[in-house]
């Protein structure tokens, strides 16, 4: 069975670090679009950012942009997000999550449980 299972969610200061890891089992993700979302408290889940098979990638807005880097180890199966120069609004829930959507912005099949990321100020 297809499973994604997020890490390296935590408690941090404003300005630090995380690098969030996604592991994928059960099925090869390699050629499909992986995506992380996050769900801050009481707000909707929103799209952060996504990979392609090729590398290529896809981010939100510009509140990430520059700060967050998404990347991919299709050989140990893995994505990853980098977050650099953490902010108190960053504090959610990251999901990872995969789609056969080339776009990146449609309906993803497969979900991770999620990783708490707290941003403290």
């Known amino acids: 069975q297809a499973q994604l299972v997020e890490s390296g969610g935590g408690l941090v200061q404003a300005g630090g670090s995380l690098r969030l890891s996604c592991a994928a089992s059960?099925?090869?993700?390699?050629?499909?679009?992986m995506g992380w979302f996050r769900q801050a408290p009481g707000k909707e889940r929103v799209f952060v950012a996504a990979i392609r098979w090729t590398g290529s990638t896809i981010y939100s807005a510009d509140y990430v942009k520059g700060r967050f880097t998404v990347s991919r180890d299709n050989a140990k199966n893995t994505v990853y997000l980098q977050m650099n120069s953490l902010k108190p609004e960053d504090t959610a829930v990251y999901y990872c999550?995969?789609?056969?959507?080339?776009?990146?912005?449609?309906?993803?099949?497969?979900w991770g449980q999620g990783t708490q990321v707290t941003v403290s100020s």
């Open positions: 999550a995969a789609t056969q959507d080339p776009s990146g912005r449609g309906d993803y099949n497969y």
């Open positions: 059960g099925r090869t993700f390699s050629t499909y679009v």
